[in-house]
């Protein structure tokens, strides 16, 4: 491919997933239609397919930006929280449920891409969350020091499942949620309790 | 309506709850068509929504009896559960699971139909989850016997929501989830955690 080729073709991608991070960002995962995008980004259908693989590699396009953001996100909340570890732990938990809700319909397309079950997770995902749980790894570590580091990394991922599944039924106001207003305080209280509860 | 008509609409109504049942368990609730549902029951398309609002009602009876039998799991595991309240809970949770795993699709559809925001969620659908509620409410009074109710309800429903959260990202095989072999150990080791750390 000749570089100015090349470059339009980066310009095109950089302006789809623009335009996708937009609509999934206002109405959710499910309005993303590939004529829509075209339209807006001035391009035949065909282009994007050109680009993308499929629109699933797209929305992942989008979802790494979500989840760049929900990253600083928590390293902002872990740098202004007090230099103790539980604290540290709830701003985090704190800030994933901000924004959970700030950014929902872009939150909930991390979690909504199907990918089929036999085909890994891409490596930009992983490494994103490697970074998000490693975050998350320090104040457990202090907590828990002797602790061998594989029962930490299932420590700490149970630990972010179970605010994540307060956070989904909270914001999802399904009647099994709580409240909304009541979610921060049983955010720390899930947290705080199941530190102190844990074995050491 | 004459009678005959509306046995003949009770019987439509029927077989197509048992067709969407099985379509939703077998390939999920986005493959749900009314073309398809029609073409199997031998009925008009037309008549899907004489019968239904709007396919989300059809959702609703399937999830309706999904959840009659998420309710079901949950109180054998009850009854065959040692007497005592943190057993009990363990081995609610670990039901829960063995549910979501095995009934996934079905289970999936459970949280993923959607509703306007404003729209309260139905009264059979309000009266279940009580019902489900109330099975966990018992091993929790017992174990905080002079929590405040309200308090109480809210307490039940983060425990519920920590679960669930677990088994969410264990089964959606994201990596932010624990390996499915090791799910069953952490949702002992969150609820009993969450219960030993709680304030009494």
């Known amino acids: 491919m000749s ?10 991608r950089d302006r789809l997933v623009l335009i996708a991070e937009c609509r999934i960002a206002d109405q959710g995962l499910a309005a993303l239609r590939a004529r829509d995008l075209a339209a807006e980004a ?8 050109n680009v993308f693989g499929d629109l699933t590699d797209l929305v ?19 740098r202004e929280a007090p230099a103790d570890p539980e604290e540290q732990l709830v701003a985090m938990a704190r800030a994933y449920h901000i924004f959970a809700a700030t950014n929902n319909l872009s939150w909930r397309a991390l979690l909504e891409v199907v990918r089929p079950t036999e085909q890994a997770a891409p490596d930009w995902y ?3 969350m490697e970074e998000l749980i490693a975050l998350i ?12 580091p594989e029962d930490r990394v299932v420590l700490t991922r149970t630990l972010c499942s179970a605010v994540h599944g307060v956070v989904l039924l909270s914001l999802a106001e399904v009647s099994a ?7 921060d305080p049983m955010i720390d209280l899930l947290v705080r309790s199941l530190i102190r509860g844990l074995p050491r």
Chains 1, 2 share one sequence.
């Open 126 to 128: 992983l490494s994103d």
């Open 42 to 49: 001035g391009c035949a259908v065909g282009a994007i397919y």
């Open 3 to 12: 570089e100015p080729a090349k470059d339009r073709r980066l310009a095109l």
């Open 177 to 183: 949620g709580i409240p909304r207003e009541r979610a």
């Open 60 to 78: 992942l396009a989008v979802n790494a930006r979500t989840f760049a953001r929900l990253g600083a996100a928590a390293a902002a909340a872990l």
């Open 137 to 148: 790894d320090g104040p457990v570590s202090s907590i828990f020091p002797t602790l061998p």
